[in-house]
């Protein structure tokens, strides 16, 4: 059986993209706040986007806030997207951002409502309840977790930035970021390939960390446009040698343009262009 990751990859090449369509329904940002906006709303940019999209990642939380009817729309979004896909030879992956966290059944109980209630391909997951928080997750085949490493907010570096001793590492003696540790553990969990990381846009120096810690996973990375990331110099800074391991997350920056498949294109032809303007500096050096 395929894995998360090895589908991932699949549509990175078909949709020649590394967009990921952020679907929030933020209350300010729609006229109606209700079941029926949110769906309108969601389903404007999912039929708008679909064909450039690497992925979509839907918040849980803006759903949330409708009760029982937002489940359902979500549940119903979703499907769409499955809808989208099937105009595609491969599927479009959907990340549930739900930023879940805790242990045992529990976990096991969030893994069940995302994979198998709502339909969901991959998860965003906090990290600091340790390994057997994660564990229930990873025995969904086929399904991925992204994990909280450095995250765009600026408040990020109230943890996130302590340094820690480095056992591992004896010889560097100022130790390494707690981020830096979280990557490392990602590196050496994931040996199913269902194994991704959360880090920022926003931290373009973070990003050239995180990527020598983890090499090979792939960055969920937020932060592009409303937030103020650089696209270039993220790609720049995160990208993998192979040119790939990337999602770069729009969500405001689409929502807000007349004319998202529009948009959506742009930015891929600009993501493009970085690209390959990284692989021959690289390739000069």
């Known amino acids: 059986m395929e ?49 450039f999209a690497a992925a979509f990642k839907p918040n849980a939380a803006f759903f949330e806030l409708l009760g029982s009817k937002g489940w359902d729309v979500l549940k119903e979004i979703i499907d769409l997207i499955h809808e989208e896909s099937s105009r595609s030879e491969v599927k479009i992956p959907i990340i549930l951002d739900a930023k879940r966290g805790d242990i045992a059944s529990t976990a096991y109980a969030y893994a069940q409502s995302a994979f198998e209630i709502i339909g969901a391909d991959a998860i965003t997951l906090n990290p600091y309840l340790g390994k057997d928080s994660i564990d229930p997750f990873l025995t969904f085949p086929g399904k991925g977790v992204f994990l909280l490493c450095k995250t765009s907010n600026t408040g990020a570096s109230d943890l996130q930035d302590l340094r820690m001793t ?9 130790g390494v970021f707690l981020y830096e540790h979280v990557a490392r553990l990602g590196q050496t969990w994931n040996t199913s390939d269902n194994i991704g990381l959360v880090v920022g846009a926003t931290h ?17 990375s937020p932060g592009v446009g409303a937030q103020g990331g650089d696209l270039e110099t993220a790609l720049r800074s995160g990208l993998r040698k192979d040119g790939g391991g990337m999602l770069i997350n729009l969500s405001r920056s689409l929502a807000r343009e007349e004319d998202p498949a529009k948009a959506a294109a742009s930015f891929c032809d600009l993501v493009r262009k970085a690209t390959q303007k990284n692989a021959n500096q690289q390739a000069l050096q």
Not at 6 to 33: A, N, Q, T, W
Not at 211 to 219: E, G
């Open 3 to 51: 894995t998360f990751y090895s589908i991932l990859e699949k549509r990175v090449e078909e949709s020649d993209s590394l967009l990921c369509v952020g679907l929030d329904p933020h209350p300010d940002g729609i006229d109606e706040f209700s079941a029926a906006g949110v769906k309108a709303f969601c389903s404007r940019i999912v039929k708008a986007t679909a064909p």
């Open 204 to 220: 373009p120096e973070a990003l050239e960390r995180t990527r020598r810690m983890a090499p090979d996973l792939w960055f969920l």
């Open 166 to 174: 480095d056992a591992l590492n004896s010889e560097k003696q100022e």
